[in-house]
């Protein structure tokens, strides 16, 4: 069973439930279904959020860019790391985006409702990152370059659109490439690309 697609599968079939209910149409409806908001994490203790919003999308290109990215990157990082790491560093480097996200909102005092899975797709870059360093820039299809131009770009999209959670994406990528430090072994067998 393919992690990655299986992952895909779940976000998509949230997304539509959540759609039809009309939850994605407004930011009421993103919290009551999970969405990280500062005042119901610091105040009532939902810590849950920090997982569930990793699940969630606000509208359908939010959600479509987020799976193209993941069907690129998760597959290779599923196969270097193999299911089980993958799946803990998919989920683990979604919650570290939340949190950094929450601790950015709790310090700067301006709040928002935060969710998608961005977090951990940038974890899965962190992670490529750091398996790109020890293959001395290339891996499978992957280049030093072209991860370079992968994470500029998205800082760049971060950056130049509004309502982007670049805190979120921040904290995914530093989780990612610090649990691909423990996870990853470079004997695994490698795919080469012809």
Known sequence: MNITISLIIINVIIFFIMSFTGATSSAEGMIQYGAVYPVLIKEGGEYWR???ATLMHF???????????????GNILERALGKTKYLGLYFVSGIGGCLLSYLEMIHSGMYAVAAGASGSIFGIIG??????????????SLTGRGMVMMILLSLYYGASTGDVDNWGHIGGFVMGFLLSIFFYRRNRILQKVE
């Open 50 to 52: 920090f997982f569930t």
């Open 59 to 73: 509208d359908f290109e939010h959600l479509l860019n987020n799976m193209v990215m993941l069907g690129v990157s």
């Open 127 to 140: 992670a490529l990152a750091w398996i790109l360093v020890l293959h001395k820039g290339r891996y499978e």
